[in-house]
């Protein structure tokens, strides 16, 4: 991946729907050139998908939790058990003093709890912890020029 490469990800991280033409003109190349380096970079799976960013707030899941779930047993295999829980947007299996850590967004506290009790129903796991966020100052998407300035 060459600086063009990182410049088009910058590019369509800011607005994935500009045109080639206004994305080619951004790093210096023509339309079907800017639209050639596109398709490549989702052929190699480094444009994993293209979506919106959604308000939380706005769709009512102002709820966020990141919760660390402790368990008896290795967690890798029970992803299925945790995708099944829409509420639950990330999960990371981790090293430390929990299994995983998983990113939850409810509509309100109760229904926190009540993922919560899912959780701990899962197969293999001994307890949570779970930590509401008050406020976000900032989320950052990763950048794609940072490691070219490295």
């Known amino acids: ?3 063009i490469d990182r410049a088009l990800l910058e590019q369509l991280q800011q607005d994935a729907t500009q045109h080639y033409a206004a994305l ?23 444009i994993r998908r293209t979506t919106v960013d ?9 709820v966020l939790a990141y919760v660390m779930v402790d368990s008896t047993s290795w967690m890798g295999d029970s992803a299925r058990d945790f995708a099944a829980l ?8 981790i090293a430390g003093s929990a299994s995983l850590l998983v990113k939850v967004r409810t509509t309100t506290t109760e229904q926190l709890q009540d993922v919560l009790r899912r ?14 966020v ?3 100052f900032f989320e950052r998407p990763l950048s794609p020029l940072t490691a070219e300035r490295e």
């Open 134 to 136: 008050l406020e976000t």
């Open 54 to 62: 959604v308000d939380p707030t706005a769709v009512d899941r102002g």
């Open 24 to 46: 080619g003109q951004a790093v210096g190349l023509s339309a079907g050139a800017a639209h050639e380096r596109v398709r490549k970079l989702r052929e190699r799976g480094v």
């Open 86 to 93: 829409p509420e639950i947007m990330e999960a990371h299996v």
């Open 119 to 132: 959780i701990y129903a899962i197969d293999g796991v001994s307890g949570t912890r779970a930590t509401v």
């Open 1 to 3: 991946m060459d600086h």
